[in-house]
């Protein structure tokens, strides 16, 4: 603490004796026999701050600096109301403890608040750190900064508390009557921007969040070891506004050289080795808030956070000329205006900032973008802290007839994600929705077992309903699919069979014989999901049929409805997988079909055209499935991450431990290019369809199962034997990840094919050539 601190400078004095009578009472800790020790931050240049301690506990004092003031600046009641209402909301501030507007006190109102423990860097460069470090620091950062602007700011209880709209207009405004009430000379590039300012407001300015107004990395207290930020600092200049202006003023030194004076610490940044460039900290904002990757109107908001910028130099130079500065380096910032409002015109005048930022294919609709931040939301305030309550009624109803049942608590989710409309989101024909949009939802709700059910887009009953949408009967669709499309009844897949390798699906025997106005469908099944819950009440089967030509191997197979209670249906048992029962996916159960008899119109599209159906079905199934392994890989990888950060072995974190941190850096990889590879046969799905997506599918197929696995095994191995019990998801996890290899087809079936496929895509790039 004594590198941050100075003793108390002369024109900050106040009578220490009667604040230390004041807080007796008021601050438990506060002693009354033995005097405070009161230091004053060396750093800072606004609210004089000082460090206070007791025999028992620090805190913080922030208050006016005496004298004149220019109008409405340094309200530090304002920073009081707006850190006490974020700390109530979980957001990382230090905790406030005390207001007082009486002036006897001290000499000014003032505040005091916990004292926070971590690490200040003062110079932006990070000097000291790895590569590496400086870059988690900055993704925390603005990671932080994206938190804020999500912040609900109707339920702070902060009435008043901004203006709202037309945010850039007012600051245009407040911050040149600042300028012109501070200014010691007149400087013309100060009015030329201005004016420009004033000129090319952005034309939609109508977004509203929290905004800090002064957010930079010296004014956040991060964790003495970890890239994770304690604390934000400073909220003098917060309200509520655009939230564009709060990140292009935390990008404003990557455009500072790093000649301009005393804020050389400004300049110079994206030289530095780890920190990360501006469209990359602007992409990893966007993504949190689940924005499109850029900065709308750039040079504008730019240019205003260098307006702003020179104008607080301003300010700061003109309270040293008072004798009122509150830091001993203020007579240099009135060098600084000028340089900085050339830059900001230079700035604003130019075509292009930056290089722009790389856009992808994969970006979502609006509508699919609005749909997502609402599963966000749905799922952090209803799904996830139902999860414990869920585990609990398995656990109750072990070996009961009810673990087979839809537990009660999930019901009422799935009404409540119903209402508010997030429901079927799987099937474009119904939500709207392409494959891309539908693929980040996937992602999300792959991150919680039983999510994909809450919004009604579990397997194996979304593929079942894709399959009614698109092949089914207007009989079909209203018998069996609307009831499904309103979760009224469940469905499952009868595919693979227990007599036959089902890796060739064209080995399947189990037969379907025309007999009249009926079909006849005798053999066996397992593997089939979701037959086991009370509530499924057909079944869709794969039949070998009789009467087809036996030369065409994928044309003798035919898919038929089978309902549950047709006699002749026997759920034989409830298969294992690696000694679970599944339960709450409904199990995979050995069906048996003995003389079933059912309707002739119980068939779809045809006979022999059921891996016709398949394919149709099983395109989007796949992906579904691979996104849904992307949103568990990422929090396993979360999972494995917090667990090596609070071990320690040898002297030192796991992940400290190479090995470890290696495993950190390749999960990472293997997560972002599944999750890449899959968005790019969403596109592809949407833009030439299933036939089109093919290669892609088996693609992202093989490579999901081993990423997922990958990365669990990880997880489970930092974990130690903690991972493969049941007091961690990570062994479900590897259920999952490593069955989804062999479910819907084996990986070397699919390398098999991708290769067929490549081959095939080769020669015909070599016959164009020719």
Not at 180 to 193: T, V
Not at 354 to 383: C, D, I, N, Y
Request: proline share 6%; with cysteine; glycine share 6%.
């Amino acid at each position: 603490m004594e590198e941050e601190t100075t003793p108390v400078r002369q024109q900050h004095l106040f009578n220490v004796k009667k604040l230390q009578q004041y807080l007796i009472g008021k601050l438990h800790s506060v002693p009354q026999h033995t005097a405070l020790s009161v230091r004053q931050y060396s750093a800072g240049q606004s609210n004089p701050t000082f460090f206070i301690n007791t025999p028992e506990k620090s805190y913080v004092l922030r208050k006016k600096p005496p004298g004149q003031l220019l109008p409405g600046a340094h309200k530090v009641d304002r920073e009081y109301a707006v850190q006490k209402a974020l700390h109530s909301a979980g957001f990382p501030v230090p905790q406030p403890l005390l207001y007082c507007s009486d002036t006897d006190v001290i000499g000014t109102d003032f505040y005091i608040m916990e004292h926070v423990q971590g690490r200040i860097f003062r110079d932006l460069k990070l000097p000291g750190l790895s590569a590496a470090e400086r870059g988690a620091l900055y993704v925390a950062a603005v990671e932080t900064l994206a938190r804020l602007h999500t912040v609900d700011v109707t339920k702070l209880n902060l009435q008043g508390y901004g203006k709202g709209t037309g945010y850039s207009k007012r600051q245009v405004s407040t911050w040149t009557k600042q300028y012109r009430a501070s200014a010691h000379r007149s400087i013309p590039a100060m009015n030329e921007l201005s004016d420009w300012l004033s000129n090319n407001l952005p034309s939609n300015d109508n977004e509203v969040t929290l905004v800090h107004g002064d957010f930079r990395i010296d004014n956040l207290i991060f964790h003495p070891t970890e890239a994770r930020v304690l604390a934000v600092l400073d909220w003098e200049l917060s309200t509520t506004g655009q939230p564009t202006a709060d990140l292009a003023y935390f990008l404003m030194p990557h455009y500072c050289p790093s000649h301009l004076g005393v804020i050389s610490t400004l300049g110079g940044v994206t030289e530095i080795e780890g920190v990360p460039p501006p469209e990359d900290l602007i992409s990893i904002y966007c993504r949190c808030r689940g924005l499109p990757p850029s900065l709308p109107h750039q040079n504008f908001f730019i240019a205003l956070a260098m307006f702003k910028m020179a104008c607080i130099a301003q300010g700061i130079y003109a309270r040293f000329m008072l004798g009122n500065a509150s830091a001993p380096d203020a007579a240099q910032y009135g060098d600084t205006v000028e340089p900085l409002a050339e830059l900001a015109l230079k700035i604003a005048h130019s075509s292009s900032l930056v290089k722009p930022v790389v856009e992808t294919l994969f970006l979502q609709s609006p509508k699919g973008h609005a749909v997502l931040q609402q599963v966000k939301q749905f799922m952090k305030r209803h799904v996830l802290p139902a999860q414990e309550q869920i585990t609990e009624y398995y656990a109750k109803h072990t070996d009961c007839p009810q673990r087979w049942q839809t537990p009660p608590v999930l019901e009422e989710l799935k009404a409540k994600a119903r209402a508010a409309g997030l429901w079927n989101l799987f099937l474009p024909a119904v939500s709207g929705l392409s494959q891309v949009d539908y693929s980040y939802i996937a992602e999300e709700t792959g991150k919680c077992f039983f999510a994909a059910e809450v919004f009604n887009c579990q397997a194996p009953d979304s593929g079942n309903m894709e399959v009614l949408h698109l092949y089914g009967s207007e009989e079909q669709k209203k018998q069996w699919l609307e009831p499904l499309l309103r979760a009224e009844i469940r469905s499952c897949f009868c595919m693979t069979e227990p007599d036959v390798a089902s890796s060739d699906a064209t080995n399947m025997e189990c037969t379907l014989e025309r007999d009249k106005d009926h079909y006849i469908i005798n053999g066996k099944k397992w593997w089939s999901s979701g037959a086991g819950n009370p509530m499924c009440k057909i079944a869709v089967v794969m039949c070998r049929s009789k009467t087809t030509d036996p030369s065409n191997r994928h044309g003798q197979h035919s898919m038929i409805l089978v309902p549950m209670d047709t006699p002749g249906v026997r759920k034989v048992r409830a298969l294992t997988v690696f000694g679970q029962d599944d339960a709450s996916h409904g199990g995979h159960f050995e069906v048996h079909f003995n003389n079933v008899r059912v309707p002739a119109s119980n068939i779809l599209l045809g006979e022999g055209r059921g891996f016709e159906i398949a394919q149709g079905r099983l395109g989007p199934g796949r992906l579904h499935h691979c996104m849904r392994a992307v949103g568990m890989a990422e929090y396993a990888l979360e999972l494995l991450c917090q667990r090596s950060a609070s071990r320690q072995t040898f002297g030192k974190r796991l992940y400290q431990h190479e090995v470890v941190a290696h495993w950190i850096a390749e999960c990472r990889i293997a997560i972002e290019q599944t999750r890449l590879l899959s968005l790019h046969a969403a596109y592809t799905l949407d833009g030439k369809g299933n036939k089109a997506a093919r290669k892609q599918i088996g693609m992202i197929k093989v490579v999901a199962g081993r990423m997922a696995s990958k990365v669990v095994d990880c997880a489970i191995q930092v974990h130690g034997g903690a991972g493969v019990s049941d007091d961690f998801p990570l062994a479900q996890m590897y259920t999952y990840a490593r069955t989804l290899r062999l479910a819907d087809g084996p990986d070397e079936v699919h390398l098999s094919s991708i290769a067929q496929m490549e081959f095939r895509d080769q020669l015909r790039q070599v016959s164009a050539k020719l």
